[in-house]
């Protein structure tokens, strides 16, 4: 009988079998390496590992049971400790790797070119030369991508609706971590000359900078901020926000976190979501599927998130109508 048609025949009963036996591994433990690009007590990364752990438990991976877990933590401003870890992971020789980041992908990628690495949140997969092209990777890397184009327009256009009077939005980027910031530059540029908006980009290369850029900005009447999604401003969330809050900045972030420790609202990709979609390709991967043959996906869930205590003490009026359309509103 041929498998499809034996998978046909038992298609009833295979629904009822428990998960774990469709994953199990009897002839040896799995291993997989992570590398994070947060610092182990960084709340967010994890709940993403976490998210991560929970999708490959769905799919029948239980650790000490037919997996192990091997995680390096490594703080997005320590580049030096970043090539460390990503060497002690592929000296394991895992079956598979996951990378949190773009900077932990770079890691990993100067490392090995042949133990699969999937990553979980890289800005631009392309532009930061880890696959050939987003249906067909070409390499060992593949995985899940933040970036959606639009964005850049996106988020000028919810900082409008909120703060109407703004003339002036500043883009807080770090071009280190951030290689790909041209990518959402472009469409921030293109909505700024639409809307009368004098766009303009402010670099910073150390979380020390953060406030003489902000305090400048804030400077200029009725200025706004953009904070760009890269593991670098998201490990400084409480600083920045603070720093916003402080100089009495609109400003509008591209992660949920960052409206959850007071910045004023937040949109962009469910991190979460990807880390839980990362373990499908752990699972591909595991079960014989190579990444040159697993397309680069791209996100599926975005979160508008509006905090009205911070919009209060700014003195904004949210509208009625942008407040029904976010999915969470902070009071």
Do not use: C
């Amino acid at each position: 009988m041929k498998r499809r048609e034996f998978i046909g025949f038992i298609g009833g009963a295979a629904a009822a079998w428990p998960l774990y036996a469709r994953a199990q591994q009897p002839d040896r433990m799995r291993l997989i390496g992570v590398l994070m690009g947060y610092a182990e007590s960084d709340s967010e990364a994890q709940t993403q590992i976490a998210a991560f752990r929970g999708g490959l438990q769905k799919l029948g991976w239980m650790e000490g049971h037919n997996i192990r877990i091997d995680t390096r933590w490594a703080t997005p401003t320590d580049a030096a400790a970043m090539q460390p870890f990503a060497s002690e992971l592929v000296a394991l020789r895992p079956d598979v790797i996951l990378a949190s980041t773009t900077p932990t992908t770079t890691a990993l990628l100067q490392q090995t070119r042949t133990i699969p690495v999937v990553f979980a949140t890289v800005g631009d997969p392309i532009g930061s030369g880890f696959v050939a092209s987003l249906p067909r990777p070409g390499g060992n890397v593949t995985g899940f991508a933040t970036v959606e184009g639009s964005l850049g327009g996106k988020w000028l256009e919810l900082l409008k609706e909120i703060a109407p009077r703004l003339n002036r939005v500043a883009f807080l980027l770090n071009p280190a971590t951030a290689t790909y910031a041209e990518f959402y530059l472009n469409t921030f540029k293109a909505a700024a000359a639409s809307l009368a908006v004098e766009a303009v980009a402010a670099p910073v290369h150390d979380s020390s900078e953060f406030e003489s850029v902000i305090a400048a900005q804030a400077r200029e009447p009725n200025s706004g901020l953009i904070v760009m999604p890269d593991a670098f401003t998201g490990a400084y969330r409480v600083e920045i926000t603070s720093l916003a809050a402080r100089y009495r900045l609109p400003a509008i972030y591209p992660w949920r976190y960052f409206a959850e420790v007071g910045g004023l609202l937040s949109y962009g990709a469910n991190l979460n979501d990807n880390f839980r979609r990362a373990a499908t390709y752990v699972d591909r991967i595991l079960n014989g599927a190579k990444p040159s043959e697993l397309p680069v996906q791209m996100p599926v869930k975005f979160e508008l998130v509006i905090n009205l205590k911070t919009a209060k003490a700014l003195g904004l009026d949210v509208p009625a109508l942008l407040q029904q359309r976010a999915d969470e509103v902070i009071e």
